[in-house]
């Protein structure tokens, strides 16, 4: 059973930084891609960035790029979120989710989910 926790989310101030993590259990992920989805109020749910777990190449949405960086660590089967340069439209409910085929971007193609983390900027 694929298990994914994620952690670090809150409060920050504009132009602020935050660590998200997503720790994963419950199947082994070297072929695994990891990706990073958010939600706000009222608005669908939207891609963030992904890590592919071998190789560690990364994919990011155009409105994080040069903000937020993805990353993983093997040994702790952890992968995480490095966010910074926060903006109040980054608030959101940010999600951690695995799939082992489809398109990285695509949230109807992962079909194992985290519960979420909030996090708010305030401006």
């Known amino acids: 059973q694929v298990q994914l926790v994620e952690s670090g989310g809150g409060l920050v101030q504009a132009g602020g930084s935050l660590r998200l993590s997503c720790a994963a259990s419950?199947?082994?992920?070297?072929?695994?891609?990891m990706g990073w989805f958010r939600q706000a109020p009222g608005k669908e749910r939207e891609f963030v960035a992904a890590?592919?777990?071998?190789?560690?190449?990364?994919y990011y949405a155009d409105s994080v790029k040069g903000r937020f960086t993805i990353s993983r660590d093997k040994v702790k089967n952890t992968v995480y979120l490095q966010m910074n340069s926060l903006k109040p439209e980054d608030t959101a409910l940010y999600y951690c989710?695995?799939?082992?085929?489809?398109?990285?971007?695509?949230?109807?193609?992962?079909?194992?989910w985290g519960q979420g983390t909030q996090v708010t900027v305030s401006s």
């Open positions: 989710a695995t799939t082992w085929g489809g398109r990285v971007a695509s949230s109807g193609d992962y079909p194992y």
């Open positions: 419950g199947r082994t992920f070297n072929s695994a891609t």
């Open positions: 890590i592919i777990w071998s190789g560690g190449y990364t």
